[in-house]
């Protein structure tokens, strides 16, 4: 990932209780195509950083409960 532009990190608004959360900075999608990913809690720590469409389709498949425990 190669960018003068700095990622703008954000929680999801479900986020709220303070637990085991991400961050992502959604801003470098139509820059570089991608969508960096952080642990919230360890900010200085590792990133990692997804293909922008492999991204989405993860979101999509969350939104559908495709990872629902049964």
Same mark, same amino acid.
């Given at each position: ?14 986020? !709220?209780?303070?637990? !085991?959360?991400?961050?992502? *900075? *959604? !801003? ?23 293909? =922008?469409? *492999?991204?989405?389709?993860?979101? =999509? =498949?969350? *939104? ?7």
């Amino acid at each position: 990932m190669t960018t003068n532009e700095s990622p703008r990190w954000f929680k999801s608004s479900y986020s !709220n209780n303070g637990g !085991n959360c991400i961050e992502v *900075a *959604a !801003n470098l999608t139509a820059s570089c195509g991608v969508v960096p990913v952080r642990d919230s809690k360890n900010p200085r720590g590792p990133v990692l950083v997804f293909p =922008a469409e *492999a991204f989405s389709s993860f979101v =999509a =498949a969350v *939104a559908q409960g495709e990872f629902e425990r049964s």
